[in-house]
């Protein structure tokens, strides 16, 4: 079975050699390497070492060579396709098919890659051309010189509807091919597509390869927005890329050191003043995605973001979404710049490349973000006020996965808060929802005994974890529900109103949902990623970082953005039906209690009326009567 050569590039990328040896051999990291003894010859000492950055392993005692494939298919004697097929499993990358299909979709990612190019050479000439001298100002004021033009191939995309449009028509690409590039703008209204970048200096963005993938544009003037991204394409997925990485990867893999700084001109400066592991993310908050691309090159990468305060909390949401991820010898650190610059105004100043180095030598490590962050804006003057820092700290922390890290962490918390308040504090209590109401049926004995219908959205996977309680599982339903809102917008179409009539019991994931229903209720038509990135950049992107964490998506798979849709429809019914199931049962049994201690037909119609208004909202229909119209009070 024949397989893309794309497929096997990402397969190979995105699955760290030293993930797969590391399963049959016990590795040592000696620098940017790791090494042991070889599994293909007997030796006593270690002549065998494994390169994720470059993705091969290497024996230089008895020659053995190869990538994670012919590793596999060595040590456990399995064929090429089931070895291929296991691991894109495990690294949950769809397996393309050897069909005509197939091949047709290699043949256009072929043309769609020799389109960038070709976009990007016209960007490059037109810099250098009579309508680039704005641009070529506005570089020399930043102080770009003419090698960095080069190097990062900047360029100038000239304020003309079809100019691109023309010049690549002439080379043989059809307008539905570089709309589907994200070249062009195809609007409804109007039958001709036109140039999505006019008047804008232009960053190319490329992928590990150095081959072109995307562009930022930046524009001259007034304009907005001010920088425009490429959309998502069948090259370009803006969660997963970084800007300059394929110029960093080698010196990052070599110093065991990456930046991560925020924009392309701060990425352009720092490789100019010879920090050239410099990468940035693309004008979003970093990825999960994205963090994993930087520990394939360093353990801790250095978030080095503008010092204002937009960028310290751009620091905070990073080191949230980082927390579920952290393992042994896998953080970040985090360098605060003087006086709220950003790194391309520091290193203009002078001094500014021994200030910025000396700030990436005392960055802080993540504990210590988390900590100041956490206590940012509040004033701890009362015990409540204390304790709600407490509280939200060690939920912080309870969303580390890593067993480890996580106790480790709660060590350092606690003795934090003791040494901050004077006193040790007190552990936190796990929330242990009152009993629901179960059905009970008659035991043997003549006891009566329990019965609990088992998730139906477990029940399929044997590994995982049924909530103990009914609030721990009404929880993980409602966070399941929203994740799939935010990576499935086309829900909202039909169950925008069913959102914004439900309750959530956890007040956090309540908070989160009213945002999400105002936001889709204001600007309607935002995509997955512009939501998320808005939620954020937002007072609720804690709550954002516990709904998107891996466990959901794990527990839930119809919630991850590859899910087929109606799949996706069905159990969002699915969900909505339990959650007011729940809601149903709940004010009976509440209503009821408050019924038969007051005794009253007043209290008793009340009753009676509450569960027929629930039973309509659930689309049911009340029969005529109530279950207790016999014991109803006289």
């Known amino acids: 079975m024949a397989f893309p050569p794309q497929f096997l590039d990402d397969l190979r990328t995105r699955v760290p050699t030293s993930s797969v040896v590391g399963r049959k051999v016990k590795l040592t990291r000696k620098g940017r390497e790791f090494s042991g003894l070889c599994p293909f010859h007997n030796e006593k000492s270690p002549s065998f070492f494994v390169n994720d950055d470059k993705g091969f392993y290497h024996c230089f005692g008895c020659g053995a060579h190869g990538d994670i494939v012919s590793f596999v298919m060595q040590t456990e004697g399995l064929g090429f396709a089931e070895t291929v097929q296991r691991l894109a499993a495990e690294a949950g990358i769809p397996v393309p098919n050897d069909t005509p299909q197939d091949r047709k979709t290699v043949e256009k990612r072929q043309t769609l890659e020799a389109a960038m190019e070709a976009a990007c050479l016209y960007f490059e000439q037109a810099l250098r051309g009579p309508s680039g001298a704005p641009a070529r100002e506005y570089l020399e004021k930043r102080g770009v010189p003419e090698a960095d033009i080069g190097k990062f191939r900047l360029g100038w995309a000239p304020d003309q509807r079809d100019g691109l449009k023309v010049a690549l028509k002439i080379q043989g690409f059809d307008d539905a091919m570089l709309v589907e590039a994200g070249l062009l703008i195809r609007v409804e209204e109007k039958p001709d597509p036109y140039d999505r970048f006019r008047g804008r200096v232009m960053f190319p963005i490329c992928d590990r390869r150095g081959r072109v993938i995307a562009f930022g544009g930046r524009i001259l003037g007034d304009g907005q927005p001010k920088y425009l991204n490429s959309p998502e394409t069948p090259l370009f997925h803006k969660g997963r890329s970084l800007y300059a990485l394929h110029h960093a990867r080698p010196s990052a893999a070599k110093k065991q050191e990456i930046i991560l700084a925020e924009g392309y001109m701060d990425v352009i400066a720092l490789h100019r003043a010879g920090f050239d ?117 060690h939920a912080q922390v309870a969303t580390i996965a890593d067993a480890d890290v996580r106790r480790l962490y709660q060590t350092e918390i606690d003795q934090r808060l003791t040494a901050l308040f004077g006193v040790a504090p007190a552990q936190p209590v796990p929330e242990v929802a009152a009993p629901a109401y179960v059905p009970r049926a008659r035991q043997p004995s003549g006891k009566r005994g329990r019965w609990q219908e088992p998730d139906p959205f477990l029940k399929d996977r044997p590994n995982a974890t049924v909530a103990s309680t009914p609030l721990i599982a009404e929880r ?42 105002n936001v889709t209720a204001t600007r ?73 201690s007051e005794e009253t037909a007043e209290a008793w119609a009340r009753y009676k009326a509450l569960f027929a208004d629930r039973a309509r909202a659930h689309g049911g229909d009340e029969e005529e009567g109530g279950p207790m119209d016999a014991v109803a009070p006289s």
């Open 277 to 393: 592991t410099a990468v940035a993310p693309l004008g979003t908050a970093l990825t999960e995605e994205q963090m994993e691309e930087l520990w394939r090159l360093a353990p801790e990468p250095i978030l080095c973001l503008d010092g204002d305060s937009a960028g310290q909390k751009a620091m905070m949401r990073a080191a949230l979404r980082a927390l579920p991820l952290l393992k042994a010898g896998r953080s970040l650190r985090f360098a605060t710049l003087p006086e709220g610059l950003d790194p391309d105004d520091l290193l203009g100043r002078p001094g500014g490349p021994a200030r910025l180095r000396e700030a990436l030598t005392v960055a802080r490590p993540l504990i210590d973000a988390l900590w100041t962050g956490a206590q940012a804006g509040r004033a701890l003057d009362t015990p409540e006020r204390k304790a709600e820092l407490s509280r939200d700290l």
């Open 476 to 517: 993980m339903h409602t966070r399941a529900l929203l994740a799939a809102f935010l990576n499935h917008p086309f829900l909202f179409d039909h169950w925008h109103e069913a959102l914004a009539d439900i309750e959530f019991a956890d007040a956090g994931l309540d908070s989160l949902r009213r945002e999400i229903v």
């Open 524 to 596: 309607p038509g935002l995509d997955a990623d512009a939501l998320q990135s808005h939620l954020a950049e937002s007072e609720h992107a804690f709550m954002l970082s516990h709904v998107m964490q891996k466990d959901v998506a794990g527990t839930f798979p119809f919630t991850r953005r590859e899910a087929f849709p109606q799949d996706v429809r069905a159990k969002v019914a699915e969900i909505f039906g339990r959650l007011m199931d729940r809601r149903v049962a709940e004010d009976r049994r509440l209503l009821m209690a408050v019924t038969l």
